[in-house]
């Protein structure tokens, strides 16, 4: 591994995926030791429109004797190309190669004999149907996902109208740009030039993300179907979420203390589809990202995972 542009103690290794139509492909495991390791590691896996540049999630977990791991996918972040479409997929499945890539080396090189993965958001879809279709492996001990993205925030008739769009539009032209965006509100929730205290590279997470392909919305509701039939991940699921959604397209204040991206009744409705040991937590004042709250929702974010995982990864 060479030094992560985060500097020192932060790492990062380069994973070879081959090509795809658009050209070679690769993905970006960086990490972080803890001090006192106890054999146990995480492994972080963002969002739409994201990449790892969270330092508090990590001090959290060194503090604790826990290696910390998290994993650019494919045309995110770190891993973004500049032959590429940022964030493209036609199915969840192809991030399958990475994740198990990624595991290879947390237990096999590394050494590690526990494992419990991180996801946020869309990070949460992909790592549930990945730990679902390698239950048997046992490569996952458990799992904590953040403000999961297991449907999708509109209104029902925009749903019916979007959804057959998106899977025509993305079997015969995948890199079609739908009608459909994102606004400003999260990004200025969390950027310190706006709203928020957290400082992050624009345009690897610009504030109203990027454009949302048809491929891309094809393969996140084929996802959601899955998930929504029910999964049997073996693993114990902790589930968070914040305790409001912000459902305005432009800024106001109520968006400080609450989810501006997705509906978190959507999150409690869904988490008993996971498995058959799921725990759901909401957070008072807690943002779309929850690690990146202001700081009395943090601390109630990371008090309850510290229980949690006392309890089922210690």
């Known amino acids: 591994m060479e030094t992560d542009l985060l500097g020192e103690p932060y790492e990062r290794q380069t994973i070879d995926l081959g090509v795809d139509d658009e050209g070679p492909v690769t993905a970006t495991l960086v990490r972080r030791r803890a001090d006192r390791p106890d054999g146990r590691a995480v492994l972080y ?4 429109s994201d990449y790892f540049f969270q330092l508090n999630l990590a001090d959290f977990y060194t503090a604790r004797g826990i290696d910390f791991y998290a994993l650019d996918l494919r045309k995110y972040g770190r891993s973004l190309l500049s032959h590429q479409t ?5 199915d969840l499945s192809e991030y399958y190669a990475e994740l198990d890539e990624a595991a290879r080396i947390i237990r096999e090189v590394d050494g590690h004999d526990r494992l419990l993965v991180n996801g946020h958001s869309t990070g949460c879809l992909i790592t549930a149907l990945w730990a679902h279709d390698r239950r048997v492996t046992g490569l996952v001990d458990a799992m904590f996902f ?3 993205f297991f449907d999708m925030n509109v209104r029902r008739r925009i749903k019916m109208v979007m959804t057959p769009l998106a899977m025509r539009k993305g079997r015969t032209q995948p890199y079609y740009k739908m009608p459909a965006s994102l606004n400003e509100v999260y990004g200025s929730s969390i950027h310190r030039d706006r709203h928020g205290e957290w400082d992050y590279d624009l345009e690897w997470k610009p504030l109203p993300g990027f454009p949302v392909t048809a491929g891309w919305l094809r393969a996140i509701l084929l996802g959601q179907k899955r998930l929504h039939t029910g999964l049997d991940i073996q693993a114990p699921v902790i589930v968070a979420s914040s305790t409001a959604s912000y459902k305005r397209a432009r800024w106001g204040e109520a ?4 989810d501006s991206v997705l509906d978190i ?3 409690a409705r869904w988490t008993p589809a996971l498995g058959r040991r799921t725990t759901l937590v909401r957070i008072e004042g807690g943002l779309h990202d929850l690690a990146l709250s202001a700081e009395p929702a943090r601390k109630q974010l990371f008090d309850e995972l510290g229980r949690w995982m006392d309890a089922y990864f210690s």
Do not use: E, K, L
Not at 86 to 90: E, T
């Open 45 to 48: 896996v963002h969002g739409f």
């Open 86 to 90: 940022p964030n493209f997929c036609r």
């Open 146 to 148: 953040n403000s999961p």
């Open 255 to 258: 968006a400080r203390a609450a």
């Open 265 to 267: 009744d959507h999150m």
